[in-house]
């Protein structure tokens, strides 16, 4: 588990440091100040269209890799290698063409990277350690992104070391990680898998029931990372307005506000997984996560000083690390033996599209629900949080139909003895 999480850490690190830092000033080289925001929007969403893509094809294509090394392992190593070059395409670009390829072909390479250790971590994790795994799993995604900020702080003129530390830490993990972790053949997953005689005794329908029920957690997660979405979209300009403050005032606010959140991320995936291990049971975590996201967002609506935004962070924080810690794990119940890197792939987009959506529905929510009733500001940031722990309420409905994976099935007795 410890070497999966340390490759999911050093390649979402990879992938943090261009945007926070490396992008916006390569752009602000290469055009004029008035074209840089609309020049940054289209290269990021460049980039999160091939994430969404990449995901779910290198899962499917890791499922059906055949070779001695391995199905994962070639797509995780060829994934950090052409990761670095990429990045290293993104730091020379002369163009916003180059930028805009060099961007994409980094975003695609590092996905292949994590839909293969993801589906190994499917592969290789006992049932009863997954959430665990899936806490340290979650924990890992939020500590990767600490590096890049803090080395765009303390060397702020060094771009290179800024945009090529961590690619190359994912490089060195990468490799390190293929010799020391085993990866089945797949000619040998092939030989344990389920036969055409077994299939028709009724487990082509169990299949098809474990469909439906990946449907209902992919749902689930979309709704949950939709809500805090929305919830953490625009900080910067809810804390300039609620507080009174100017954009250079309300950045430590944000800063400190980040940090709070991801701090209540990385310690409840960490604590909670452990503890949903032992227990087997995903329910009332799942439960306390949307009520806690919903408190919330609650919370930061209302907010009259900084001290409660800052408790509205830290719930936050708490309620989706507890989530991080079993959704993975609950994922994993539902998705056929043999196809963990197609289901995972897909299982990613229920991530990364609520992240690219959700600023889009943030400003028509702001500029359709009218004045703010606690600022009488225009943008009315009190409705934008309201519906976000709206959404996260929604997030129980799957509840009901997640019934049949919600609890850890009871291993099998010894079988009975015939009398003679």
Known sequence: MLVFAAVNLVVLGALTAPVVTGLPILIARLVPEGERTGVLAFVTVCGAIASVVANPVFGAASDRTPGRFGRRRPWLLGGVVLGFGATVLVLNAGSVAALAVGWVLAQTAYNASLAAVAALLGDQVEERRRASASGIFGAAAFLGTLPPLALAALVPDRLDIVMLTMPTAALAVGVVACLVIRDTPLAQVRRTSLTGSARRLGL???????????????????????????????????????????????????????????????????????????????????????????????????????????????LGGIALGAFYAVDLALALRAIPPGRTGTFLGVFNIAETVPQAIAPALALGLLA??????????????????????????????????????LTRAAPAGPAPRVPR
């Open 368 to 405: 359709l629900a009218g004045p703010d009733p606690v600022t009488d500001a225009a943008e009315n940031y009190t409705a934008l949080y309201l519906v976000a722990g709206g959404v996260a309420l929604l997030a129980l409905l799957p509840l009901p139909f997640l019934r049949p994976i």
């Open 204 to 314: 082509r329908g169990l299949e098809l029931r474990r469909h439906r029920l990946f449907a209902w957690v992919w749902l689930q997660r979309f709704l949950l990372q939709l809500a805090f979405s929305l919830v953490t979209a625009f900080t910067l300009y809810f804390v300039a307005i609620r507080f009174v403050l100017s954009p250079e005032g309300a950045s430590p606010v944000v800063a400190v506000t980040t940090f709070i959140g991801a701090a209540g991320i990385v310690l409840s995936a960490l604590v909670t997984g452990f503890v949903a291990s032992r227990r087997g049971r995903y329910a009332p975590f799942i439960v306390a996560a949307s009520l806690g996201l919903a408190a919330a967002a609650a919370l930061r609506a209302l907010a009259p000083d900084v001290p409660v935004l800052w408790a509205g962070a830290a």
